[in-house]
């Protein structure tokens, strides 16, 4: 027992485990000869305590493991942070490069129940004639579902990815006109970063958060050129938002072409080294956006989060109407040949979105891996100093194979009656 219970508590609380069966040995190397000489360990994954190794999961979503989803948080939230303050490898004047938070929403495919905002902060009466409580479950489902354009839903989520990859190409165009540069020059003078993350929205649209900075050419590393401001960013990116467009599939002869919504939210974000901190902080953008790295559909659909095998599951699923209408829609259209390289049955269950959840121009800061290997470095040198082997006079030869995941009845039950082993919380994340 107090051996399982050291096992368990090196998981740092993860729900659902992957066991692995294995061995793991390690040893003694001669550094003159390199003659391999005496064993200093050995590990059976059939001499554990849960007769198995157990690993993290490392999933990120909150509604599969809640312990593992906040370490990926932590990392958004460091990943952001350090791209507007500086940390991580990123210099501190950071601070100081012109950067913007901004929204982009998804186009209307129809009247949705919704909250709409009146003068002084208060809330309208919706278009049903109900003032809806903030918690209503009817938010964001259609106010006549037999007109909803659920094909159009379903594609733009499909889409979604490439509308912003057309966007951060045009943004560039346009921060480089207004600096009266060619695109090579602006290259030599400039360069705009971001780092991102999709939500959705309650009637199942996807839309984008983005930090956006100006950065000298060479990143985070230059001073951005005199002429860069947050105004300038912010009406280049207005420009870009409203202008962009992706040609869609053309589906029983009905074209489709994707654009932005027209609510677009564009705010300067304030630090101390920036314009006196009077607004939006940096701390305040970094914990909003890895809030939201961690969820998925499950927002707008209430209980679906991993793939469906098949349509007749959803008859299981504890999800609203409107949700179930997106994603036999998915379905339906993900059984046309024409469609098939939008995979849309294999992404059904985020109603047809299959981008990264967050994304990062190249210089924006550090990067998840740089974080994970980070924690890795740490942990072998803990571990490290509690052997007595030199690092450079070890030989260690490992196999392991996937034997199944999540824990006994036996396991969950001890498990969660433990605190997180110290310095686990700490384990390397998968995105």
């Given amino acids: 027992m107090p051996g399982l219970l050291r096992q368990l508590s090196g998981l740092g609380g993860c729900a659902n485990p992957i066991r692995l069966d294995g061995h793991r040995t390690e040893y003694d190397v001669d550094t003159r000869t390199g003659e391999i000489g005496n064993v200093l360990h050995h590990l059976d994954s059939s001499s554990l305590p849960a007769g198995q190794l157990l690993t993290r999961c490392n999933n990120r979503r909150t509604t599969r493991c809640p312990a593992c989803a906040e370490v990926y948080r932590r990392d958004t939230f460091h990943l952001i942070t350090s791209g507007l303050r500086g ?118 649209a996807v839309h984008f958060h983005a930090v956006i900075r100006i950065d000298g050419p060479g990143g985070g590393d230059t001073p951005p050129p005199a002429w860069a401001t947050a105004d300038l960013l912010t009406d280049a990116i207005e420009t870009a938002a409203t202008g962009v467009r992706v040609d869609g599939p053309v589906i029983d002869s009905r074209p489709h072409t994707f654009a932005f919504g027209r609510q677009l939210d564009i705010r300067t974000i304030r630090s101390a080294d920036f314009d006196g901190g009077q607004e939006l902080t940096d701390r305040a953008v970094a914990a909003y956006i890895a809030k939201y790295a961690t969820k998925g559909a499950e927002t707008a659909t209430g209980a679906l989060d991993r793939p469906l095998r098949f349509l007749a599951e959803l008859a299981q699923l504890d999800i609203s109407d409107h949700a179930e209408r997106l994603i036999r829609k998915a379905w339906a259209l993900g059984a046309r040949k024409d469609l098939a390289e939008l995979r849309l049955r294999a992404w059904a269950h985020m109603l047809g979105f299959r981008g990264h959840f967050s994304t990062k121009s190249r210089r924006y800061s550090t990067t998840l891996g740089a974080l994970r290997d980070a924690r890795a470095a740490w942990r072998r040198a803990q571990a490290a100093a509690t052997s007595e082997a030199e690092p450079d006079s070890t030989l260690v030869l490992s196999h392991w194979v996937f034997a199944g995941t999540g824990l006994s009845s036996a396991e969950a039950w001890l498990a969660a009656t433990l605190e997180p082993a110290p310095g686990t919380e700490g384990e390397p994340t998968r995105g």
Avoid: M
């Fill in 87 to 204: 940390g991580k490898g990123t210099p501190e004047r950071i601070a100081a490069h012109p950067r913007v938070f901004a929204t982009f929403t998804a186009p209307s495919f129809g009247p949705v129940h919704n909250r709409p905002s009146g003068a002084a902060g208060s809330v309208r009466r919706c278009r049903c004639g109900r003032l809806h409580d903030q918690d209503d479950a009817v938010l964001g489902s259609p106010l006549d579902p037999s007109t909803y354009d659920y094909e159009a839903a379903v594609l733009w989520n499909a889409h979604a990815g490439a509308l912003w990859r057309r966007f951060s190409i045009s943004l560039r165009r346009e921060v480089a006109k207004r600096a009266g540069l060619s695109q090579r020059a602006f290259r030599e003078h400039a360069r705009v970063s971001f780092a991102k993350v999709a939500e959705y929205q309650k009637r199942g």
